[in-house]
């Protein structure tokens, strides 16, 4: 269900914010989920979920979800669902194709958590699979980027260094704009990596002057999301102008 838009942020009051709700509940096994978006030229909105989407665990079958972004000239989009939940014995597939404009801005974040790690041993990183891919092209349909993530944690071991170390939850965060936003936003982004805070962060370019990627790793959700927040903070000041609005007190 798409909620009304609401005009509910005090630092941009003509952008629209709408919540998209998944009156279920819950991802099931057999599910297949469609969602379109498209931003006409200068239109402003913020999209998110309205809790965490939770993939519960499947016996047969799979979930997939496919979603198109299309941004006209000089839009602005902020997509910034709650993180995802894979349960054990999960899988689901995620396919976003992008299409924006050379003036337009879309920041798209999307943050896995490992599971229900505190529900039982085998709930983190128990999932069987869990696949997204993310492409993107220009209206005249020339390429920019593509990328693609597959987490096979019965394959693959999920704790090695390169993968999620000592990590549990992984936020992978794109940004579209013009390259000299762009690159003012990644002049002021900051990288680290600490093992005693557990938390790594960092930005780089995506190819054909797309825009950054900033990827964020965390033993703790909370932590994941500050560093997505500041990022998105720092890409609302540097491309609109305004500042953020204060945190939900349920966030």
């Not at 993939?55 to 979603?67: E, P, T």
């Not at 003036?103 to 999932?127: M, N, V, W, Y």
Request: charge should be neutral; hydrophobic fraction near 40%.
């Amino acid at each position: 269900m798409v909620q009304r838009a609401l005009h509910c942020d005090e630092e941009m009051p003509d952008m629209a914010c709408v919540f998209l709700i998944t009156t279920t509940g819950c991802v099931l096994q057999g599910d297949r989920l469609a969602l379109d978006i498209t931003l006409g030229p200068r239109a402003q909105a913020h999209l998110t979920s309205q809790s965490a989407t939770k993939i519960h665990a499947m016996d047969a079958n799979y979930a997939a979800q496919s979603q198109t972004i299309t941004l006209a000239d000089d839009a602005y989009l902020e997509f910034l669902p709650d993180p995802v939940i894979p349960h054990r014995h999960s899988r689901f597939l995620s396919d976003t194709q992008i299409c924006v404009a050379p003036s337009a801005t879309l920041l798209f974040s999307e943050i896995i958590q490992p599971g229900r790690k505190h529900h039982r041993p085998d709930g983190c990183f128990g999932a069987t699979v869990l696949s997204i891919s993310t492409s993107a092209t220009r209206p005249d349909g020339r390429p920019l980027f593509a990328e693609k993530l597959v987490i096979e944690p019965r394959r693959y071991l999920m704790r090695q260094t390169g993968v999620m170390n000592s990590f549990d939850v992984f936020a992978n965060v794109i940004l579209c704009a013009p390259k000299d936003k762009a690159e003012r936003i990644h002049e002021r982004a900051e990288a680290d990596v600490s093992l005693a805070e557990g938390v790594a962060f960092g930005a780089c370019h995506l190819p054909n002057d797309a825009g950054l990627i900033f990827k964020v790793l965390g033993r703790e959700t909370a932590q994941v999301k500050a560093k997505v927040r500041e990022f998105w903070g720092l890409v609302r000041k540097e491309v609109i102008g305004a500042a953020l609005p204060p945190p939900y007190l349920w966030r």
